[in-house]
């Protein structure tokens, strides 16, 4: 089972890579030398390559943010069960394991951006 999680998780930090150098390919055009202005438009190709990123960057994030939140919170309850005090705590850790799936869709926005 250990072998199978690493693998995945290789595999999603391999998607996330790759999506996030796939829109580079909207930012690599030529320029015209006399405007600055890009030689070529955004084709219907790298829209695609884009949305394809973001699609992937999102799903990966939530992905991962659900994993770490089902680890985090069972080990947050099981300890918030023998000590009831340290229940404030471990909802922080909680918390940090959702921020995975924030940071995902803010660069899920910002990919968006890149659209014209």
Known sequence: MRVASKWVAAVLVALFVLSMLAPLTALAQPT???TGQPALKVSDRTVGMIAISVAVVVGSAC???G???A???S???GA???RPEILGKSLILVGLAEGIAIYGL???IM???LIK
């Open 32 to 34: 015209e030398p006399t």
């Open 67 to 69: 994993l770490a939140v």
């Open 80 to 82: 918030a069960s023998e």
């Open 75 to 77: 080990a947050a309850l």
């Open 63 to 65: 992905i991962a943010a």
């Open 111 to 113: 990919l968006l951006g």
């Open 71 to 73: 680890r985090v919170g």
């Open 106 to 108: 803010i660069i899920g």
